[in-house]
């Protein structure tokens, strides 16, 4: 191969892998995050919140999903890791939530479901979490809570379901 030839070759292989980087990327920062939000139930009728450590904020448990995981098995792996119950089962869905603005970090696509949960609570991950607490349906914290969680909870509470 001439000199010539080898130059137009790795010109060619560097343009191709730069669109390929350039299209990865976008996907990566362009393209909303899909995550969850669980509203867990349990069996005496309590939803457990936590207090997220970040904003100090009360918040419905949930996270992002993970490559190769499925929006269920996300539900069981977050509420493990930011209460230590286990799922019994997804009662519901009560919405997909996708404004822009609704996550002050990034632009993440939030699908919400009750479930019913079961065992002790217990904070698996201390840097997100710093507080779980079960509250009657009648006494949630009156104050602002994380992200679009109040609306969310509003939305639960009327029985829709909701794609906003």
Known sequence: MNVLAFLTATVQSTRSLWRFGQTVLGIIFRHPVP??????????????LIRR???GCWALPGGMVDWGENVESTVRRELMEETGLELVNIRRLVGVYSAPDRDP???SICIVVEAQV????????????????????NSLP?????HDHNQQLQDYF???????
């Open 53 to 55: 450590r970040d904003n």
């Open 35 to 48: 995550g969850t939000s669980i509203i867990p139930i349990l069996p005496d009728g309590r939803i457990v």
């Open 118 to 137: 079961q065992g002790t609570m217990e904070i698996q991950d201390s840097l997100e979490v710093m507080e779980i607490q079960a509250f009657p349906l």
């Open 105 to 107: 970090r990034i632009h």
């Open 158 to 164: 009327k029985g829709l379901t909701t794609l906003a």
């Open 142 to 146: 009156p104050e602002q809570m994380s």
